[in-house]
């Protein structure tokens, strides 16, 4: 559990020094949501209907691009050969990571929402708190794939252009069913409405967190 | 032996063709066009068959690390996808009298073109990884998180959707002995030429493997 930690600790200090993928994640949401509205023509009717998959379109493009750096960023000056020779199991390092960047991914789509609500003129019924275990549940499902493609696609020579290629179709059940819940809670219905939608969800992060984790120690490797 | 299942295939298939358009009797509903079905459930079959090998030999191959696993998937992969591309194209000439339209976001349709996608991504991750062992191991595990994530395409796609599923094929239940045989020739045929590309297509991957090793003994 240290070691976990201790490369969660890295990744957060990084971050928290370099501010890049954060700049970069929040920028890109901003500029995103900025040509939904004008894409939109303002017209309110539409974007009601629209924001849940909007919310999810901008969610997983910001989220690419932070996944795409994740490797990237070992990558440069071989970093990741210091992560390769910790005394541990590869599935602790993929655990490290994925947890790492289920924090960033998740901090960014808490930003997005208020981004949402105040571009948009969200006048949402009840609460919108319900919203936060889907878009923690829909961060854990997308990193989970994404930081086990991240680390394969840094190793190919499309690089971080066939990351998106990889993860968009193997996510759309996630994407599905986050938009179907996220839809329930701004038209203030409960997430019990959207029972079947919600087990996908965690039927998803679980297989997938699973599977990643045992296949991640054939994807890691040197330069 | 190999020239023998050649002349095979070549015998069913043209029996399953003459089974399809002159033994089948004609469907009342849909008339001429439902006889499309018998080699669009024939290369659907083909390609879930190749798709499930795709899956274990991807298994294998991480398990095991030996290149005959990677050829199979690969080359599996690669018909499966072929195949597909006909049941999509023939699923589409079907619809378009009989729905009144070329593509209707229908689950199985949907799932079918999200599998499509899946393993085209698989051909794209392989042109693209560089040395042959990465491809291999980027490549097998790609295929199998592809294989766990469709039931879960499908559930998601009934959840967007809202809907039941359908019960596949023409007119649902009971259908016509003679459209039976039609249908089960059909299938047969496509095995075998499945099995007969597959065959060819490993063969020619090896070949290509010893022609490397010459080249760089060679130098």
């Keep these: 559990m240290s070691k976990v930690w201790a490369i969660i600790r890295k990744d957060i200090v990084t971050e928290l020094r370099t501010k890049e993928l954060f700049t970069s994640m929040l920028t890109f949401s901003l500029l995103v949501t900025v040509i939904f509205s004008f894409a939109f023509g303002f017209s309110t009717g539409l974007v009601r209907l629209a924001v849940p998959a909007m919310l999810w379109i901008t969610f997983t493009f910001a989220g690419v691009l932070g996944l795409s750096r994740s490797f990237a960023l070992e990558k440069e000056g071989n970093a990741v050969l210091g992560l390769l020779l910790t005394p541990t199991d590869r599935s602790l390092i993929y655990f490290g990571k994925v947890i790492g960047n289920t924090i960033f991914v998740f901090i960014v789509g808490m930003i997005i929402v208020p981004m949402f609500v105040l571009f948009f003129n969200l006048g949402f019924q009840g609460t919108l708190l319900p919203l936060v275990p889907v878009i923690f549940l829909g961060s854990l499902g997308f990193v989970a794939v994404g930081t086990l493609f991240s680390a394969m696609a840094v190793n190919t020579r499309l690089r971080e252009v066939l990351l998106p290629i990889l993860l968009f179709p193997i996510i759309i059940p996630l994407i599905v069913s986050a938009v179907k819940l996220s839809g329930l809670v701004l038209e203030g219905k409960p997430l019990s409405e959207g029972a079947s939608a919600l087990q996908l969800l965690i039927a998803f992060d679980i297989i997938f967190i699973a599977a990643c984790a045992v296949v991640f120690e054939f994807v890691i490797e040197e330069s | ?219």
């Design chain 2, 1 to 219: 032996m190999r020239k023998a299942l050649a002349v095979l295939t070549f015998i069913l298939m043209a029996a399953s063709l003459y089974a399809a358009f002159v033994y089948a009797p004609t469907e009342p509903k849909m008339g001429h066009i439902q006889r499309i079905f018998y080699i669009h459930m024939g290369t659907v079959w083909v390609a879930t068959v190749a798709f499930i090998l795709v899956f274990a030999s991807s298994v294998m191959y991480l398990w095991k690390g030996t290149r005959k696993w990677d050829i199979l998937a690969y080359c599996s992969a690669e018909i499966g996808v072929v195949f597909l591309t006909i049941t999509i194209l023939t699923g589409s000439i079907w619809a378009k009298p009989v729905w009144g339209t070329w593509w209707t976001w229908e689950p199985q349709l949907t799932t079918t073109f999200i599998l499509w996608i899946l393993y085209i991504v698989y051909l794209v991750l392989r042109s693209s990884a560089g040395s042959d062992q990465k491809k291999a191991k980027f490549a097998a595990v790609f295929g199998i998180i592809a294989f766990l994530d469709l039931p879960l395409v499908y559930a998601s796609v009934r959840v967007m959707r809202g809907i039941s599923p359908v019960v596949f094929g023409p007119g649902g239940g009971g259908i016509a002995p003679q459209m039976m045989h039609a249908l089960l020739i059909n299938l047969a045929a496509c095995s075998l030429l499945f099995v007969l590309l597959l065959l060819e297509r490993t063969d020619l991957e090896r070949m290509s493997d010893e022609l490397a090793v010459l080249k760089t003994r060679e130098g």
